[in-house]
């Protein structure tokens, strides 16, 4: 039982260091010029949780599809029954 807990511990680490080793390898992004002809926009965003900033980059179609759900959770979240239904209650 010991010496399968040390290769799960050994696979374990090698995969991790895998993991680490790769993550330096970006894909270069396109010139600006290039992005902008198509009306994509870049910015750098750091997801909860890391440490280094991504550079995140939008489509018109993707930022207006992503203000469309802003929209809709706000609306949603402004009605006065917003959330699950009670038991044996009709909600409109």
């Known amino acids: 039982m010991r010496g399968a807990a040390l290769i799960t511990t050994a696979a374990l680490a090698a995969l991790l260091a895998g993991c680490a080793s790769t ?3 970006r894909k270069p992004r ?7 002809a198509r009306g994509v926009e870049c910015h750098s965003e750091r997801l909860t949780g890391t440490l280094i900033a ?4 939008t489509t018109p179609a993707e930022r207006e599809r992503q203000a469309d759900n802003t929209r ?6 402004s009605k006065p029954n917003a959330g699950p239904c009670p038991p044996n209650v009709k909600c409109n």
């Open 72 to 77: 809709q959770s706000k609306d949603w979240m």
């Open 54 to 57: 991504a550079s995140v980059c």
């Open 23 to 25: 993550a330096g390898n």
């Open 30 to 36: 396109p010139a600006d010029a290039t992005l902008a």
